[in-house]
């Protein structure tokens, strides 16, 4: 069955640090991976999207970036984060349905 | 794009009683309708969907039904039971990547 992982759970970071969260799946191959963002109490944003290897679509123009080094693993990533930053995100996985995985709740102080 | 629209934003029901969730959607050629279910701290669930080539889906106390010609889809959810309180939310696929663009979602709340 398939798996998705992501990590950290829990991130507080300053403003203006960088940023690397992780995502991982596992049981299948070549899936579409997504990076959403959802801020406290609201709807989920589309970040990111990729069909394959190194292929990186972006769907909100912003100080964050994406890539995805291996047909498994969807990285996104920021140089100098921003208060506005903070939230819930989430990487999903999928072709027509999509799974969420569990989540980092990121916190810009 | 796409634009989808949810109502009602919050929804208080007593345990027992139906709860019904509307969706509108713009892009006529979308055909890919799920359903996800979020508890508070969570990640959304899958619960239901549905393609565009079926009316109605039903999977034990949950019910999705569509209709193409007036755009709208709608989740029902019937014998309510307090562990059914959480965020609901609507997606309909933008037919690119199998993208997904979520509506605002609903809270529901079931009273004991």
């Known amino acids: 069955s398939q798996t998705i992982h992501q990590w950290p759970a829990t991130l507080v970071q300053p403003v203006g640090s960088p940023l690397s969260l992780e995502c991982t799946v596992e049981?299948?191959?070549?899936?579409?991976l997504y990076w959403y963002r959802q801020a406290a109490g609201r709807g989920l944003q589309l970040l990111f999207y990729?069909?394959?290897?190194?292929?990186i679509s972006s769907e909100v123009p912003q100080n964050l970036s994406a890539s995805r080094p291996q047909d498994r693993q969807f990285i996104l990533s920021s140089k100098k984060l921003l208060l506005s930053d903070s939230g819930f995100y989430l990487c999903?996985?999928?072709?027509?349905?999509?799974?969420f995985g569990p989540g980092t709740r990121l916190t810009v102080t | 794009g796409e634009n989808v629209e949810q109502h009602p934003s919050t929804l208080s029901v007593q345990e027992g009683d139906s709860a019904v969730i509307k969706c509108t959607y713009s892009?006529?050629?979308?055909?890919?309708f799920p359903w996800y279910k979020q508890e508070l701290g969570k990640r959304p669930q899958l619960i239901i969907d549905?393609?565009?080539?079926?009316g109605e889906k039903k999977d034990q106390r949950i019910a999705v039904t569509l209709n193409k010609t007036a755009k709208h889809f709608s989740l029902h959810i019937t014998e309510t039971q307090p562990e059914d309180s959480a965020v609901y939310f609507c997606?309909?696929?933008?037919?690119?990547?199998?993208?997904?663009?979520f509506g605002t979602g609903t809270r529901l709340q079931v009273t004991l």
């Open positions: 049981g299948t191959s070549n899936p579409n």
């Open positions: 997606a309909v696929d933008t037919g690119t990547a199998s993208k997904l663009t």
């Open positions: 990729s069909v394959g290897i190194g292929q």
């Open positions: 999903a996985w999928g072709t027509y349905e999509q799974y």
């Open positions: 892009d006529s050629a979308s055909n890919y």
């Open positions: 549905i393609r565009s080539n079926v």
